[in-house]
């Protein structure tokens, strides 16, 4: 096996390898004059099996097109089996058509992908699980959820109230509270489709409560900001969060803060400032 570094997650590949004992393929980047991309994949792949890094955080659709280029390189080198691992996976919230004349983003890029050969991915906290089933291309959805938790012990907080927003939160927060002998809650979310505006509110009882806020994506923070801010005027006491994908948007992390939050904690499935945590072990273990 083989690992291939995409320009989006060359560290990520790097530390797999390093943690697999498997030799990286030097790969040729350059831009056109006219921005596209133009890449080669210097190595003999012959009949080899290939995990191939590409990360699809910002800039997404040029991550996404080197992905797609990389595979179709490496396809035409005549090697074996491509594992992409994609360790944040774009478009993922595109699960369906929510107004009429959208497309379905998710499915699309996976087609995409899978036409260009890849043939199995791995990728970690999708947003929206509910697109595997569809896929083409088998994926494999690990969950780093334990791990944040896990630092957040480091961290000082030891039995803090665990809540999640989002459709998925009941699952991340009670998987996060078992990491942690603790109990857990959801914050009920709703984006407006059109206008994006974010409404959020929970049952949960957090007067003086250590609370830790933990979800897949960051992305504007809205939602993270008015999570946060539910939870302080509701009489928390510290206010730790925790994301698995840390896009962090604008000044995102900064109105987190300024929100009420102590702590922001991220992994690096997105190269971010606020990683404590690598998912390369995880990554490394199912490969
Ligand atoms: C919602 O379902 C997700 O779990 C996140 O809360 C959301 O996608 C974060 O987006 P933003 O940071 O833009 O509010």
New binding site residues.
């Given amino acids: 096996m083989l690992i291939v570094p995409g320009q989006s997650s060359r560290e990520m590949a790097f530390s797999l390898s390093k943690a697999m004992g498997l030799e990286t393929v030097e790969v040729e980047f350059r831009k056109f004059p006219d921005g596209e991309s133009y890449l080669r994949v210097l190595g003999d792949l012959r009949g080899r099996d290939v995990i191939l890094v590409n990360g699809l955080h910002p800039p997404q659709d040029e991550h996404i097109i080197q992905l797609a280029l990389l595979a179709d390189s490496i396809r035409g080198l005549e090697a074996g089996k491509i594992t992409a691992v994609i360790p944040y996976m774009a478009y993922a919230?595109q699960d369906r058509r929510f107004l009429s004349g959208e497309p379905v983003s998710a499915l699309t890029i996976l087609r995409m992908l899978a036409s260009a050969g890849v043939d199995r991915i791995i990728t970690v906290n999708i947003h929206s699980p509910w697109v595997i089933e569809k896929s083409p291309i088998p994926i494999e959805n690990l969950d780093a959820t334990g791990l944040l938790a896990a630092y957040l012990i480091q961290a000082g907080y030891e039995k803090p109230l665990v809540l999640s927003?989002?459709?998925k939160g009941g699952a991340m927060a009670e998987e996060a509270a078992a990491v942690m002998e603790t109990s857990h809650d959801v914050i009920l979310?709703r984006r407006d489709p059109v206008t994006g505006e974010?409404v959020v509110e929970t049952k949960a009882d957090v007067k003086g409560l250590d609370v830790a806020i933990v979800?897949?994506?960051?992305?504007?923070?809205?939602?993270?900001v008015k999570s946060v801010q539910l939870v302080k005027k509701m009489g928390a006491r510290r206010v730790a969060v925790l994301c698995v994908h840390g896009l962090f948007l604008g000044n995102?992390a900064e109105r987190i803060f300024e929100a009420g939050a102590d702590l922001l904690f991220a992994t690096d499935t997105v190269p971010n400032r606020y990683v404590v945590g690598s998912v390369a072990g995880l990554i490394a273990s199912r490969l």
């Fill in positions: 919230r927003p989002g459709k979310s974010v979800d897949d994506v960051i992305s504007t923070g809205t939602t993270m995102a």
